[in-house]
Each structure stands twice: as C-alpha cells, then as structure tokens.
C-alpha cells in the first residue's frame, strides 16, 4: 500500500485495473485508509454506467466530498474560481456555492477550457494545505471530458503532494479510455496495478481469513471453489453467502463444513453479472457465447460455424483448437 501510494505521488496518477469483483474497491480501500492515515485529505468520486451521458459527473461527487469531509465554507473556498462552472453543470451545488450565478453557455471550447483551468487551481489550492488523494472509481463508465480532465490533471500534479487514482475494469476499455492509458504513457505521468484472480492458495487463506483457521475445508472443496470461481473474490464471496443461506455451510463442533460444490447452484448474483455483461454483445455475438458456454472452458474454431451458422474466424497460425 505506502508502495502504490508513492508511486502514485511520485509519478502523478495511479491506474487500478481488473475484471469485474477482483478487487478493486477493497485495494483503493486499503490505500485511502492508508493515506488519512499519513495526514492526506481523500475525495472520492466514481463513475456509473449511465455517466457516460453526463459529462464531469464525478467532479459532483468530488466536491461533495470535500463538504463533507472539511465544511461547505472551506469547499466553497477552495472552489471559488471554479463555483461558476460547477453551478452550470450541477446546479444541485448552489448549497454550498449560494452566492455563484450560473454562466451561459457561450462556446463549448471556451467553457471547458476555463472548467480545466478553475477546476485545476482549486485542486492545486487544496494540495498545498495538505497532501490530496482524488479517487475515481469505475472510469471506463466516464464520459469522454472527465477522461480529459483526468489527464489535464495528471500532467500538473507530479510537483505537489497530490496523488491520483482511477479504477476500471480491464476487459471493458473503450476507445476513449485506451487513449488516455496511451497518453498517460507518453506523458510518462502513470503507473498501472494489474489485479489478476487469486490462486488456489490464496483462496485457502481468504476462506481462513473468513472463518478462522480451524474451518474445516478441505482440499477438494478449495479446489472446487477455486475452478468454479476461476479466483474472482466476488463470485467466492457470493458462493460462499448462498452456501450459508441454503444450509449446505454449516458449523459444527467448533468447525465449519460444507458438502459438495456439485450439488450447489451457481449464486444469482453471479448469475446475473455474467447476463449482464452478455447483453452488451450482439444478438450474434451472444448466440456464439452461449453456444461456447455448453461446450467447456475450451471450444475448436469450427464450432460457431456448425452451431450457429456464424463464421468462425480464421485460426492463427500455430493456434490450437
């Protein structure tokens, strides 16, 4: 945790990426905690799915924060220079900025460039009191001005205390977001933390961790556990819960038992974020994809044709079936 944390100070902005449930959110957790540990002031914002329609939509949750975490008099401070613009886009803040009138929409690129420049100063402003961390979830749901934000603001903290870090999961980057990765990279202003899934012996000790060291799991079980939840932190802890609701994890003897994952349906909540994620496919794709899902973990080329009367593509040379 100080290890991401520094660097985060030191180069300017700290990327946590993953697949959905692996983690994400605990590990900044741990790091914000950390940090008000050490004397930063933290502000959170994140980002939802339906954002990507509202343009600078966490910034709301950013100075939020900031109200909350100090006072609206010391936000409505710090944020004087930007009050006018965030009115304009969130006009739920004139609670904390009363005396700011809204500006009219005049030029766009006028607009945003002086939301950059006012939004960046408060943040500059607030960095010299004390060390800042801003942390924004979820920002492969942002809107394509947040992301440009976000990079306008890593370019101008790598001299002062503050640290950025955004979230986002690795297998749902969009066109805009692999740009901004790219310009992170030239600007030399990022690092990236790759959450991978836990191993087999990493679920041994998050069970352990969970119901002591004397649970009595054995090895077949962990396996199981293991292979059915191919390590997702998410999907093991909503395994685990449907276990305990059903029965078929109980306690006894001074030790938890369970019976056999076989017998076990797989959690709706689980169920539910893999629908979720299938409905962003094509009705195409999505026939290939349950087609897949009944054959195994590993499907030859050849079956998508012969199922669903898609065509396969063409196998990389060297490739194996």
Same mark, same amino acid.
């Given at each position: 945790? @100080? ?7 030191? /180069?300017?902005?700290l990327l946590v990426s993953g697949e959905a449930g692996i983690g994400k959110s605990r ?11 050490? !004397?930063?002031?933290?502000? &959170? ?5 339906? @954002? ?5 939509? $966490? ?12 006072? $609206? ?57 004390? $060390? ?11 809107? @394509? ?11 101008? /903290?790598?001299?002062?205390? /503050? ?9 749902? /980057? ?13 600007? &030399? ?43 997702? $932190? ?12 059903? !029965? ?47 054959? !195994? ?20 040379? !060297?490739?194996?079936?």
């Amino acid at each position: 945790r @100080d290890r991401a944390l520094g660097v985060a100070l030191l /180069i300017g902005a700290l990327l946590v990426s993953g697949e959905a449930g692996i983690g994400k959110s605990r590990f900044v957790r741990a790091l914000v905690e950390r940090a008000r540990a050490t !004397g930063f002031l933290s502000l &959170h914002g994140a980002c939802f799915e339906t @954002d990507s329609a509202h343009p600078y939509a $966490p910034l709301l949750d950013l100075v939020r924060t900031c109200a909350s975490t100090t006072s $609206p008099a010391l936000a409505a401070h710090y944020f004087e220079d930007a009050a006018p613009e965030l009115v304009t886009l969130f006009p739920e803040l004139r609670s904390i900025f009363p005396d700011s009138v809204a500006r009219e929409a005049v030029d766009p690129e006028d607009d945003r460039r002086r939301l950059f420049h006012s939004f960046t100063a408060a943040i500059s402003a607030l960095g010299s009191v004390q $060390p800042l961390l801003l942390v924004i979830e979820d920002v492969h749901w942002s809107d @394509d001005a947040t992301l440009d934000l976000r990079l306008h603001r890593a370019r101008r /903290i790598t001299s002062q205390a /503050i640290a950025l870090i955004l979230t986002f999961r690795s297998d749902e /980057i969009g066109l805009r977001l692999h740009r901004l990765r790219a310009d992170f990279d030239r600007a &030399h202003c990022a690092s990236e933390v790759k959450l991978r899934p836990l191993a087999r012996s990493d679920v041994s000790t998050m069970l352990q961790s969970i119901f002591g060291t004397h649970a009595a799991f054995g090895t077949p079980f962990v396996g199981s556990l293991h292979e059915i939840t191919e390590g997702n $932190p998410f999907f093991i802890e909503e395994m685990l819960k449907a276990l305990l609701e059903d !029965g078929d994890l109980i306690q006894g003897d001074g030790a938890w038992r369970a019976r056999s994952l076989e017998l076990v349906p797989v959690p709706r909540t689980a169920t539910e974020a893999v629908a979720r994620r299938l409905s962003a496919l094509t009705p195409p794709a999505r026939a290939v994809a349950s087609n897949a899902a009944v054959a !195994g973990r590993r499907v030859a080329f050849r079956l998508p044709n012969t199922t669903t009367r898609h065509a396969a593509p063409e196998r990389p040379r !060297g490739a194996r079936g």
